[in-house]
């Protein structure tokens, strides 16, 4: 499949003559150093990525790092110094002021980390923006601010005025104003980022249910590691301008690029406040040393659907079986676990950390929780990791800096 | 003590220069627009002279109650009217407010225009920003100079010279309001495809409002205190009647012709105030 936007060599420098910026880094100086050497900024440097149809793509990176410079070049708000940006083979970068007028009306919604509400208009006519600048006739436009208003459970609030809304109805008034145009493209600048946790959360989920509907293309910035982690089908880390690295949630956990991604990723508190106890699933069926053999453990493990089972004896975790074992134990006639049973297996304590998890999660799967007494208490499967971690749990504010006001100025 | 090492250059000259040769060369346009500012006065004068005094003394009352919903203010438009009215300065008066009124309102239709493009081009703004703070620093009297032979003695002098002297507040206070818009909002009608003009009227000028008029206000009440100067050119109303106390060393008169300035500024500064502070709010 072709890819729906690809950005080939981005480039943004900030200050005169930015070409020559370009062309510093492309001698290999550093951001630091251009910045010395001739005063320019460096927003992005030779990024290069591409976005998929009806995927949601989150661009991850400290405040400085260029993600929201990257993503008003996408529709040129800023206006990039080199490379090229294809919207279905188009180059945006070539288009004249008219073409590009379209292109932000029709194919790009965008959404702002401080709203960006027109406090002089209602909630309504906030919605209608767009379509009154498309020149859309009032009543046309009327029903379709009321759709997009109701698709973000605001109905009721159209006479409003911003001011007297709180910050998450704030923002569903403003993701309904890019929803209103029906754009294919959403851009979302740091949309969550000013809410505080709860309601962020809140509306994580609902821009998750939005989009099972939508299927928009939705290029996310973000600087919280949760909601990349909740919302990415692919995540972007971006750092002094750069990717530094490019995957899904789970390779980004798992094999970090670099010290800086590793430091990003061991950095979010929740991986140090979540721990083992609080992720662990319950461990369902366990075999019996003394009980079982391969033929029960086999039907336990069916009935579970599992593909190894953890084998305990009086009350202590002594190993794990796995099918393949199992019933090659069956065909030979064996009667007990004694050959088969695996016991060098990882085991954690209930308060290992969940940073802790991740390299020993990499090298097996699952882990088995023991309390003090060697007692199986759960087990931790990558996904529930991933998954415990996205949901934010037993945490708020969890963010990296959650001061980040957004792009730097310039 | 004079400079002898160089020849003395000749700045007023200069000046001196342009403004004969804008009067001997200009004067078609110069008798147009005092013809039509003299008519526009006419006008005003004869309509508001039209009624006798209690009548206007009601309807400005009213009109103050009406924009300000505030008993106190009507009340003392009222009395303040009222005591004018007492004071046998009524005809001045009236013809003080129209020629604050003209020069408002010329003032306002040169200085928003230039306003919004100061706030809009950096180049316009780099332009007329110093001649803004010229403008501003320059002695009041001296615009009187050039209205003389431009306009003759009368009205229409004191026009001019009331316009350039109370249009830089209309100027700078429009470019501040549109430049005061937050950026994000402007980014925000970026992003959804506005035209220049679209994203001028439907969000920069539309917020810009309050100071805006913040800005009228000031020019009315510059205009307010240049007609008064402008007297001395010829300009009639109470700044006349000041000017005839001054010339005739007659105190009271004086004073109550000040008194009666005091009472029009404060009016129209309430009344400016409370269209401000309406606009701020959405409505």
């Known amino acids: ?410 | 003590m004079e400079m002898i090492w160089m020849p003395e250059i000749p700045v007023g000259r200069a000046i001196e220069y342009v403004i004969d040769l804008f009067s001997e060369h200009c004067s078609f346009l110069t008798r147009a627009f005092s013809d039509l500012v003299e008519s526009g006065i006419m006008l005003i004068v004869n309509g508001l002279m039209f009624f006798p005094p209690w009548v206007l003394i009601l309807a400005f009352t009213a009109i103050t109650w009406f924009l300000s919903r505030k008993r106190g203010l009507a009340l003392f438009t009222l009395i303040g009217l009222l005591l004018i009215w007492n004071m046998n300065l009524w005809s001045p008066t009236v013809s003080t407010l129209a020629l604050v009124l003209i020069s408002t309102l010329i003032a306002m239709m040169i200085g928003l225009p230039l306003g919004i493009l100061s706030a809009l081009n950096q180049y316009a703004y780099r332009t007329i920003m110093p001649v803004l703070d010229v403008m501003q620093t320059m002695p009041a009297f001296v615009y009187l100079i050039p209205a003389i032979p431009f306009f003759g003695l009368g009205p229409v002098g004191a026009i001019f010279s009331t316009v350039i002297f109370s249009m830089p507040p209309a100027i700078r206070l429009t470019c501040l309001g549109i430049r005061q818009v937050p950026t994000e909002l402007v980014e925000a009608a970026d992003a959804f495809g506005s035209t220049r003009w679209q994203k001028l009227f439907k969000l920069q000028l539309p917020m810009a409002t309050p100071t805006i008029m913040a800005g009228i206000n000031q020019t009315i009440m510059l205009a307010l205190s240049m007609v008064v100067i402008a007297a001395m050119i010829g300009a009639k109303g109470l700044g006349g009647e000041v000017w005839k106390a001054i010339q005739r060393l007659e105190p009271a008169r004086g004073f109550e012709a000040g008194i009666a300035i005091v009472i029009v500024a404060m009016i129209l500064d309430r009344i400016m105030q409370r269209i401000g502070k309406q606009n701020d709010k959405p409505v």
């Open chain 1, 1 to 410: 499949m072709d890819h729906k936007i690809v950005v080939q060599n981005l480039y943004k420098i900030f200050g005169n003559h930015p070409r020559k910026g370009v062309k510093l880094l492309k001698q290999g100086y550093t951001k630091d150093q251009i910045l010395e050497k001739t005063g320019l900024g460096v927003g992005i440097a030779d990024v290069s990525f591409h976005v998929d149809e009806g995927e949601i793509l989150v661009i991850m990176g400290l405040s400085g790092s260029g993600k929201s410079t990257l993503v008003r070049c996408l529709n040129r708000l800023i206006e990039p110094t080199e490379g090229k940006i294809l919207l279905e083979g188009t180059d945006i970068t070539s288009l004249n002021k008219e073409e590009l007028r379209q292109l932000r009306q029709k194919r790009f919604g965008m959404v702002f980390q401080h709203f960006a509400l027109f406090p002089h208009r209602s909630v309504i006519r906030n919605i209608e923006y767009g379509l009154e600048v498309q020149k859309v006739p009032s009543s046309k436009r009327r029903e379709r601010a009321m759709k997009a208003l109701e698709q973000v459970g605001l109905k009721g609030w159209e006479d409003s005025y911003p001011d007297q809304l709180s910050g998450g109805m704030q923002q569903r008034v403003g993701l309904a104003r890019a929803l209103a145009l029906d754009p294919d493209i959403m851009l979302m600048d740091e949309a969550f980022s000013a809410l505080d946790p709860l309601i962020r959360r809140d509306m994580q989920d609902e821009l998750i249910k939005l989009q099972e509907k939508m299927h928009k293309t939705i290029i996310f910035i973000s600087h919280d590691l949760d909601e990349a982690l909740k919302l990415g089908d692919r995540i972007i880390l971006m750092k002094d301008g750069r990717i530094v690295q490019e995957g899904t949630a789970e390779s980004i956990l798992s094999n970090p690029a670099d010290d800086y991604v590793a430091k990003f990723v061991e950095d979010v508190d929740i991986s140090k406040v979540v721990t083992a106890e609080s992720i662990m699933k319950n461990p369902g069926v366990v075999a019996s040393y003394a009980h079982d053999g391969p033929r029960a453990a086999l039907r336990k493990m069916r009935q579970a659907g599992l593909s190894s089972i953890y084998v305990q004896h009086k009350g202590r975790l002594m190993g794990i079986v796995r099918a393949e074992d199992a019933s090659a134990a069956l065909k030979a006639g064996e009667k007990d676990l004694k050959n088969i049973i695996v016991t060098d297996i990882q085991k954690v304590s209930p308060e290992t950390p969940a940073y802790e998890l991740f390299p020993l999660l990499a090298e097996s799967s699952p882990l088995a929780v023991v309390d003090s007494e060697e007692h199986l208490m759960g087990v931790i499967i990558k996904g529930s990791l991933l998954a415990a971690l996205a949901e934010g749990v037993q945490t708020n504010g969890n963010d990296l800096d959650a001061g980040d006001t957004g792009r730097q100025s310039n």
